[in-house]
């Protein structure tokens, strides 16, 4: 199995930034691509960024040129560089992992961390 930690969601004001870690610990031989996606009251979950093993990244329209993904594999984290935010931005944030284990490529989910901007 593969447990997800996330980290550094909280309460901002427009315009300001957070910086969300997700680490991925676990029995596990490889990890592929790593995704953060986001849920709002009362609305759908979404996706807002990936990146692949390789480092090829992609973005909701609704973030591009806010929001940075990242990851480092020796750490087996990704991270999620949130610049300019808005009241809109506001949800529960997921980290998303697709791992391969024993014998199958199998698909993870973070226990999702609180992202509030205020306007």
């Known amino acids: 199995q593969v447990q997800l930690v996330e980290s550094g969601g909280g309460l901002v004001q427009a315009g300001g930034s957070l910086r969300l870690s997700c680490a991925a610990s676990?029995?596990?031989?490889?990890?592929?691509?790593m995704k953060w996606y986001r849920q709002a009251p009362g609305k759908q979950r979404e996706l807002v960024a990936g990146i692949t093993s390789g480092g090829v990244t992609n973005y909701a329209d609704s973030v591009k040129g806010r929001f940075a993904i990242s990851r480092d594999n020796a750490k087996n984290t990704v991270y999620l560089q949130m610049n300019s935010l808005k009241p809109e931005d506001t949800a529960v944030y997921y980290c998303?992992?697709?791992?391969?284990?024993?014998?199958?490529?199998?698909?993870?989910w973070g226990q999702g961390t609180q992202v509030t901007v205020s306007s």
């Open positions: 676990g029995r596990f031989l490889s990890i592929d691509d």
């Open positions: 998303h992992v697709e791992a391969y284990l024993t014998f199958s490529w199998q698909i993870f």
